[in-house]
């Protein structure tokens, strides 16, 4: 099966190493001839574990025909993916945090099979073939449009241990539980440049980020109590992490806010919400880092 996953970022690296670990051959797709050349010099070097995976890299502009293409770039990005994938039949998966890519996905052809997934791993990016992984997961997956029994058909040749995947029914619901998390720890974090597990011991990020979901859940027509009952199990598990809004923000990096905080601000009327304070935040150390 030839497995295509494009994003030389923490997810794409990661995926990439996991899928050779469980015996695949993918070819990671990016977007310099530096990443490129190194990582077919030197293989991706998997942390904890000391694992190199070499794994063949080829630049984003020679994408190739695959039978999966798992897309891991940002948001941003989305668009000059999909105008790649013009031409191309295999089954596309869509990695990405929030939920404003769903909008781009109207010009891909009705014949093609299009998953949405959410990717519950951690992972961070030390260099251009380093990847540690930060916390197992799994990836969910949900067709959003095309060949059902496909998709079923890759789930059950691609689930391993190493490589644990799930399908879920409704794509709408999975997307909108990660969007919540998102919504709640990114830009918090990113503002105040804490770790994830400050939104429970500081008592003021604890109080902001429960206002925050609750607005949330105000727009997006969900359950608060569920909600945030899963939003702080999150926090917790992860306490240690860093988000990646706020190593965007940390970076200079132009960061998801509009797919995540945009998305739930298309929604609704009232701008004078925390929300709307918070994305205006990260725009603004966006526009200041260049």
């Known amino acids: 099966m030839r497995i295509g996953v494009i994003g030389g970022g923490a997810i794409g690296l990661l995926l990439a190493s996991l899928l050779k670990q469980t015996g695949y051959s993918p070819v990671l797709y990016v977007r310099t001839e530096a990443q490129k050349n190194e990582i077919n010099e030197k293989g991706i070097l998997y942390l904890p ?17 695959m039978d999966i293409y798992f897309i891991c770039v940002k948001q941003h990005d989305i668009c000059s993916v999909n105008s790649r ?12 945090n929030g939920m404003g890519h ?21 992972a961070k990016k030390r260099d251009q073939r ?61 503002l105040f440049q804490v770790k994830n597990g400050e939104l429970l011991t500081n008592t003021h990020l604890h109080k902001l980020a429960k206002v925050v979901c609750s607005e ?12 945030w009952k899963r939003i702080t199990y999150i926090i917790e ?37 925390v929300i709307h304070f918070l994305y205006l935040s990260i725009k603004a150390l966006e526009e200041k880092r260049g």
């Open 85 to 96: 994938l013009s031409g191309l039949s295999g089954t596309v998966i869509y990695l990405q």
């Open 216 to 227: 949330a859940c105000a727009v997006l027509e969900v359950n608060e109590q569920q909600q």
């Open 49 to 65: 574990g000391e694992i190199t995976s070499y794994v063949y890299a080829e630049h984003i502009k020679d994408l190739s025909q």
């Open 130 to 190: 380093t990847v540690i992984h930060t916390g197992k997961g799994k990836i969910n997956l949900a067709l959003y449009n095309g060949n059902a029994a496909l998709l079923t058909r890759y789930k059950e040749v691609l689930n391993d241990k190493r490589f644990p995947v799930e399908q879920v029914a409704d794509w709408g619901i999975m997307l909108i539980d990660k969007l919540m998390i998102n919504i709640v720890i990114n830009p918090i974090t990113a």
């Open 102 to 122: 769903v909008d781009m996905l109207h010009n891909m052809t009705e014949e093609q099979t299009i998953v949405l997934g959410t990717c519950e791993h951690g």
């Open 237 to 273: 598990q992860t306490k240690e992490n860093d988000s990646s809004m706020k190593e965007d923000i940390a970076l200079g990096r132009q960061s998801e806010v509009e797919g995540i905080l945009g998305y739930v601000l298309k929604k609704t009327s009232h701008q004078s919400s």
